[in-house]
């Protein structure tokens, strides 16, 4: 079976085939031919887009089930850090290349600082930055301060949800590799680049949490296996059971890029009740349809190959339950790892003595080792048929279509001008009439089509904005009413904190309220508004391409009739078109467009951003109970049994924390309302039509080019007829063959689809 790599190989050389031809004609240099330029930058596009064009595969699952062990296994070396767990803190992109290479993107000074204020709102410390926003990291005086605060903090301050508090891990991992990172970090956005022996020194920064949360984005050059082709980027993703809850916000806007998810479960644990989780919130995006599942077998948890065989069903069962018809495959990732090592390793790769002695004795039970041999290469095998057969539709089918076109138009137009150059003038002159009658039909259904394109396009905007505006209006919207009565109903109490405003004061206190409540959100927004968003997106998307469908059905037709009409003509004439059948004209797929026109859904909603005004408001108002409680002693009036100053001043901080993070929820979904519109939708359609538009019109090019052409040619004197008539033969003998090309690669799609 030939693989995407082999079939995009094979376009390439049809696509440079009719340039040259292109070429060839335009080097005639007589004046008209220019208009033959349409087609040359067609296929100069296509090139560019099949260069550019990257399949991408995220591997997720949750912490500590092997994910990076099982990338180090497909690509033969010890690259990744392995046991990371919870420490993976970014995503690590990995993609095919001769030489080992790592790509380390470093956030700015600028950003560092704004992630920090953000997380110094409400912080205990009442020090500099805190209700300011003007922390600087590279203030050391600052960065004393804060150390010394968060020393002061006592256990329940370092946890919230069960688990470290993600905003005090930010800051201290901040503080912690300050001294580390700071030459490498500047005010520009930086790229730190580290090749051959110093390539593993990128461990360092991607498992150790001080370090990789200054990095903005990791990317790695490795040898991958040669089926997997070039234009591969496998991703590493963060553990999706991660406390922080921005680690799955950043999952889900991978998962939005990718092509096929691999998902690795733990043999040692099964499916776990946090992958049950984020199976139901993949299938809720709609990304459910191109997963591949791994149970990364522990070969000494299984007393034999039965034993293992039974784990695999009982894990097919229960994932049968969440997803129909699951594709799993079980091996043993670091199986795989520890034999590449061991045959290929190199200094950094080199396998450890205790590592040997576990391989040695993994191959003792040949049965499970077999096992695990013959479904890793069932598990690569389906990888590149997944990758493969995935894309076809995407983008080789519709290129095929594209180059036929032209094609088709080309030998036309060759034929035409052969016929004229063995004409007699009066018959030339009744070709003309002829052709120039094909003209202006032609181009009144190119006018047609113009109009109605751009009037749908303009009446499709419109949509798209009601839609648009519709779904995230802050009343009514599906997208922000059930997060604002989320925030509006979320259990946390004043009274739930007496003890700690009583051992703690406000201050601590309130941040511990505002923590847990800003994790509760964004996690919210993660599980509960991201999916919906995202089939909304796939919604108005489809909208788009339905409505682009009606367009290209109905002229399409009325294409073909002015394409049939155009070959009577000319038979009449006694000039023979070669008969090449018209393919039916529909909408570009979207994904083909919108990798060919960069665009990309906007990212996903993650953080909030806050002022730190309501911190100010709680230590007025806790100061203002307390003034009028002192004064009425002083005045020896009675004082209210109620709740104390801090209680009471707690409560309406609550209050205000609701009522600022909904009003940041509203501006930051506003904010993507606007940019879905102008920075997504109206260019997608925008492309879309565009891309329709030469569709519809490039087999009329032909009609539109020939008289000017012809014309052109014969009034020239520079060449000969003869010299005419040899270049056109040449042209049409090599158009022949890449007929005959195109022909054989549709069957070869064709059949590989079929598969």
Not at 157 to 162: A, E, F, P, R, V
Not at 179 to 195: D, G, Q
Not at 515 to 524: I, P
Request: aromatic share 8%; with cysteine; glycine share 6%.
């Amino acid at each position: 079976m030939e693989t995407y790599s082999d079939i995009k190989k094979r376009l390439l050389s049809i696509n440079g085939d009719i340039r040259l031809v292109l070429q060839n004609a335009l080097s005639m240099e007589c004046p008209g031919l220019s208009s033959l330029e349409g087609w040359k930058s067609t296929t100069t596009r296509i090139e560019r887009q099949l260069g550019e064009e990257t399949i991408r595969i995220a591997v997720v699952g949750s912490i500590k089930s092997g994910k990076s062990t099982l990338v180090n296994a497909i690509f033969g070396g010890d690259y990744l850090k392995r046991g990371a767990g919870v420490v993976t803190s970014i995503i690590t992109r990995i993609q095919p290349g001769h030489n080992l290479r790592a790509r380390l993107r470093f956030k700015t000074w600028n950003e560092i600082n704004a992630e920090i204020n953000q997380g110094l709102i409400f912080f205990s410390s009442g020090g500099r930055g805190t209700p300011g926003g003007n922390f600087n990291i590279r203030q050391k005086k600052d960065r004393l301060q804060l150390q010394e605060e968060i020393s002061k903090l006592d256990r329940k301050q370092l946890i919230t949800n069960d688990a470290r508090n993600p905003n005090l891990v930010l800051l201290t991992n901040y503080l912690k590799g300050y001294n580390r990172a700071k030459n490498l970090v500047s005010s520009e956005p930086a790229i730190h680049t580290f090749e051959a022996d110093d390539f593993y020194k990128q461990k360092e920064f991607v498992g150790d949490e001080s370090l990789a949360v200054y990095l903005q984005d990791v990317a790695l050059s490795l040898d991958a296996p040669e089926s997997f082709g070039e234009n591969l980027e496998i991703a590493d993703c963060q553990g999706s059971d991660s406390p922080n809850p921005l680690h799955l916000a950043m999952i889900q806007d991978y998962l939005l890029e990718t092509h096929l998810i691999i998902y690795v479960l733990s043999s040692r644990t099964g499916v776990r009740q946090a992958d049950i989780k984020f199976l139901t919130l993949i299938n809720e995006m709609g990304l459910a349809k191109n997963i591949l599942f791994v149970l990364n077998c522990d070969l000494t948890e299984h007393e034999d190959l039965a034993d293992l065989k039974k784990l695999v069903i009982r894990t097919e069962e229960e994932l049968d339950m969440i997803l129909p018809s699951p594709r799993l495959f079980a091996f043993s990732a670091l199986y795989n790892l520890f034999k590449s090592l061991e045959s290929t390793g190199t200094t950094g790769e080199a396998l450890a003595r205790k590592d040997r002695l576990r391989l040695e004795q993994w191959r003792q039970d040949n049965d499970i080792t077999a096992f695990s041999d013959e479904e890793t290469k069932r598990f690569l095998d389906e990888i590149v048929q997944k990758t493969s057969k995935d894309r076809f539709a995407l983008l080789i089918e519709t290129n095929l279509d594209r180059l036929f076109g032209i094609v088709s138009g080309m030998r036309d137009w060759i034929q035409i001008n052969q016929a004229l150059l063995e004409r007699d003038s009066e018959k030339r002159r009744e070709i003309f009439d002829e052709i120039d009658k094909r003209r202006k039909a032609s181009g009144q259904v190119t006018m047609i089509i113009k109009d109605t394109m751009d009037g749908t396009t303009s009446k499709l905007k419109q949509e798209l904005r009601r839609d648009i505006e519709r779904f995230f209006d802050p009343k009514y919207g599906e997208a922000i009413r059930g997060i604002l009565d989320f925030v509006d109903s979320h259990g946390v109490s004043a009274k739930d904190y007496e003890k700690d405003l009583e051992t703690s004061g406000l201050l601590p206190t309130l941040y511990q309220i505002f923590q847990a409540l800003q994790h509760d959100v964004t996690r919210y927004m993660a599980e509960s508004v991201n999916p919906k968003i995202v089939n909304f997106i796939r919604e108005e998307e489809q909208k788009v391409k339905d409505v682009f469908d009606r367009i290209s059905g109905s002229y399409s037709l009325m294409i073909k009739d002015s394409f049939h009409e155009h070959h009577r003509s000319m038979k009449k004439l006694g000039i023979k078109l070669p008969t090449d059948k018209l393919k039916s004209i529909s909408c570009p797929d979207i994904a083909v467009v919108k990798s060919d026109s960069g665009l990309k859904i906007p990212r996903l909603i993650t953080a909030m951003r806050y002022t730190a005004r309501i911190r100010t408001e709680a230590i007025f108002r806790l100061g203002l109970y307390n003034t009028l409680k002192a004064m009425k002693k002083l005045l020896k009036k009675p004082v209210d049994a109620g709740p104390d100053s801090a209680i009471r001043s707690t409560e309406h901080t609550l209050r205000r924390m609701k009522e600022e993070i909904q009003e940041s929820i509203i501006h930051s979904l506003i904010d993507y309302t606007e940019n879905l519109k102008y920075q997504y939708f109206f260019k997608l359609v925008d492309a879309v039509s565009s891309r329709l538009y030469e569709a519809l019109t490039s087999h009329s090019r032909a009609f539109t080019v020939s008289l000017l052409n012809v014309r052109s040619l014969i009034e020239d004197e520079r060449l000969t007829k003869q010299e005419l008539m040899s270049n056109l033969s040449s042209m049409a003998e090599t158009l022949d063959l890449v007929a005959k090309k195109i022909g054989k690669l549709e069957e070869i799609v064709v059949e590989s689809r079929l598969r």
